[in-house]
């Protein structure tokens, strides 16, 4: 497919993986989170990815309530498209995880394109001292975990989402989630342009190699000539350098807390704007242009900011 001429950035705020006593700068109350999702956008991140914790211990939610307490704030701050998680739990049905995005039917939606083995459980193993109680459980317990989303699963989210018009994040761990996306397109379920955002570097799921990349790339380019637009996410380390990668390759980009602490090797980053920051500028430096919420609408074809219900 042709390269774009702008890069859009996503940011993704707090995610379902890391809990509160990984990093102190986590978000979780609803203050926190939207405070956190416009500055993020002030930085130049066009996409923003959320998701809901509970404010007061900062566990998971798909409680509908909880988004309410910050998607009308960040709409009114902000021009940023939103785009709500509908994996939200590794347990919950898929029923409960899309409950949010038919309640406020927002421009974009993630939905992941396989089952897998999901799992953070190694990360419970770097901590003596948690939080709050619920922490050190739910994240060793990952190793038993699967991540259900069969393709009764996926036809379900896009039947059910198909009368809001909203446009996925069709994220995939591993190659043969390609192979199911097209599948899923052949039966009718997502029409072009879809958008793909090539995950590397979760447990369970395809490795962080540039290699990776290029294969992921090359068997996109196969499956879907020009009926795609793209974009990466590299867990932890390779967040920035995947970045970068994708940035020359004539790709978009995803960055946030959700996805790694870090803002550079073994330091914890302030917020998710300084990682928006810090890609922007790799970005404008290497002579790219990042796209403003706008422009990432055209380019997606989404619905506009208008056709929300927050």
């Known amino acids: 497919m042709a390269k774009q001429q702008k890069t859009i950035i996503t940011c993704a705020i707090t995610g379902a993986i890391h809990t509160p006593t990984m990093s102190d700068a986590l978000p979780y109350t609803a203050d926190d989170i939207t405070a956190q999702a416009v500055a993020a956008a002030e930085a130049g991140a066009s996409i923003l990815h959320l998701h809901a914790r509970r404010p007061e211990d900062g566990g998971v939610s798909v409680d509908v309530d909880h988004f309410a307490a910050f998607l009308p704030r960040i709409k009114q701050a902000s021009g940023a498209v939103v785009n709500i998680s509908t994996g939200g739990?590794?347990?919950?049905?898929?029923?409960?995880?899309?409950?949010?995005?038919?309640?406020?039917?927002?421009?974009?939606?993630?939905?992941?394109?396989?089952?897998?083995?999901?799992?953070?459980?190694?990360?419970?193993?770097?901590?003596?001292?948690?939080?709050?109680?619920?922490?050190?459980?739910?994240?060793?317990?990952?190793?038993?975990?699967?991540?259900?989303?069969?393709?009764?699963?996926?036809?379900e989210a896009a039947e059910t989402l198909a009368p809001h018009d909203i446009k996925f994040e069709h994220e995939c761990y591993d190659v043969g989630h390609l192979y199911n996306l097209k599948f899923c397109m052949e039966a009718g379920l997502f029409k072009a342009p879809v958008f793909i955002q090539f995950i590397f570097g979760i447990l369970g799921g395809i490795g962080p190699e540039v290699d990776n990349l290029i294969f992921m790339k090359r068997t996109a380019d196969r499956l879907f000539g020009d009926d795609y637009r793209w974009s990466v996410l590299g867990a932890g380390g390779a967040q920035m350098p995947l970045a970068t990668t994708a940035s020359q390759m004539g790709g978009n980009v995803r960055v946030g807390l959700e996805d790694s602490l870090l803002i550079a090797r073994g330091k914890l980053a302030e917020s998710n704007a300084q990682q928006v920051t810090k890609i922007r500028r790799i970005i404008e430096d290497l002579g790219s242009q990042v796209a403003t919420p706008d422009e990432a609408r055209e380019i997606l074809d989404l619905k506009g900011g208008d056709k929300v219900a927050f």
């Open 89 to 155: 739990s590794l347990t919950l049905s898929i029923a409960d995880r899309v409950r949010p995005a038919t309640t406020f039917s927002p421009e974009m939606c993630s939905l992941n394109m396989g089952s897998m083995n999901f799992s953070f459980h190694p990360l419970a193993k770097r901590y003596d001292d948690w939080k709050f109680d619920w922490e050190k459980d739910y994240v060793a317990n990952s190793e038993g975990n699967i991540f259900r989303n069969t393709f009764r699963d996926i036809r």
